[in-house]
């Protein structure tokens, strides 16, 4: 099935510096949603993003719709060991209940 | 708010045998339900869209006989693998679309089934 592009795949940090990811499409999206994923669990909603150029914060994370509408970008301030794991974007088009995720970026925060 | 659980968590089951797994939303009424399959490693893959009191939508490739899906009510879809074989080990997770104002939905995932066919 189709994946949007997620970059980085993975990125080991130190604790305490911050953390950037973005995900592109080709397709204009009238929503993105950012999740993170643990080992073994499924994914939790992080930030939802419904207009562009809208920029959302929740705690340390703060991502933004692109411009064009095809791309966003998840931010993570401070990283912390917690922050571990694996971070998804998912785009939805006009028309469709369906989502697209990214590739995911696997994060390691080194303490 | 916005929780979905997922029963079992787990399950071995023997080559040949039939599975089913249940997906609920516990705060909020979904008419939409979706079913993912997950690979070690990998990205979230839509095996189909579950809508209540009507037929699910099966992506391509994703066998509709072999993975059965019922969504009775607002709050629980069904996904029974029948027939299962070692290839249908995976992490099956579903999730639930929740409806806010005009176009600001989102879905929200349950915790996951990982299957283990012998």
């Known amino acids: 099935g189709q994946q949007l592009n997620q970059s980085p795949q993975s990125m080991f940090i130190q604790e305490g510096e911050d953390v950037s990811m973005n995900c592109t499409s080709s397709s204009i999206f009238n929503t993105w949603l950012w999740y993170k994923q643990d080992p073994g669990e499924g994914p939790v909603l992080l930030i939802a993003?419904?207009?562009?150029?809208e920029l959302t914060s929740n705690g340390r994370l703060t991502a933004q719709f692109g411009i064009t509408r095809k791309d966003s970008f998840l931010n993570i301030s401070a990283s912390i060991p917690s922050d571990v794991g694996i971070y998804f974007c998912?785009?939805?088009?006009?028309?469709?209940?369906?989502?697209?995720f990214g590739t995911g970026t696997r994060l390691k925060v080194l303490a | 708010g916005a929780v979905v659980s997922q029963h079992p968590s787990w399950v071995i089951c023997k080559s040949g045998t039939s599975v089913k797994i249940e997906c609920r939303s516990l705060?909020?009424?979904?008419?939409?339900m979706f079913w993912y399959r997950q690979f070690p490693k990998q990205s979230l893959m839509l095996m189909a869209t579950s809508n209540e009191g009507s037929k699910a939508t099966y992506e391509q490739g994703v066998e509709k006989d072999k993975f059965l899906i019922n969504h009775a009510s607002l709050t629980l879809s069904t996904l029974t693998v029948t027939s299962a074989h070692p290839e249908d080990s995976s992490f099956y997770i579903c999730?639930?679309?929740?409806?806010?104002?005009?176009?600001?939905?989102?879905?929200?995932f349950g915790p996951g089934t990982r299957l283990l066919v012998l």
């Open positions: 998912a785009g939805r088009s006009s028309g469709t209940y369906k989502y697209i």
């Open positions: 999730s639930a679309r929740a409806g806010g104002l005009a176009g600001r939905e989102t879905q929200y």
């Open positions: 993003l419904y207009k562009a150029g």
């Open positions: 705060d909020f009424q979904a008419t939409t």
